[in-house]
């Protein structure tokens, strides 16, 4: 498998919108997921995508941001509109060790994930 390697992030103001990328070469039909880390707190899921192209999304993100992959190019990607300052965090591409085809009780749970990215960095000013 490919590297996971996030890029897109940056610092915007409240409002505004940003669009992380990591590459999926070698990760066909894998669940594929983005994941958060703010400051002093836990990483949490935020968006995961199964091998099919089902999506299921945080409470906390639910109707600002999506997430898609587009197989042509071995890309996923996180849309992140209406960005809040609460949304400032690091932010994780991960994929499963194995082809994934349904979204279960455990996708938004870190452990579920084995091949991570290092991470970028969104800051969202008020």
């Known amino acids: 498998q490919v590297q996971l390697v996030e890029s897109g992030g940056g610092s915007v103001q409240s409002g505004g919108s940003l669009r992380l990328s990591c590459p999926t070469s070698?990760?066909?039909?894998?669940?594929m997921g983005w994941f958060r880390q703010g400051p002093g707190k836990e990483r949490e899921g935020v968006a995961v995508i199964d091998g099919g192209g089902g999506t299921s999304y945080a409470d906390s993100v639910q109707g600002r941001f999506t997430i898609s992959r587009d197989n042509a190019k071995n890309t996923l990607y996180l849309q992140m509109n209406s960005l809040k300052p609460e949304d400032t965090a690091m932010y994780y591409c991960a994929a499963t060790a194995r082809a994934c085809w349904r979204i279960d009780d455990f996708a938004f749970s870190p452990g579920s994930y084995v091949y991570w990215g290092q991470g970028t960095q969104v800051a969202v000013s008020s």
């Open positions: 070698g990760y066909s039909g894998h669940c």
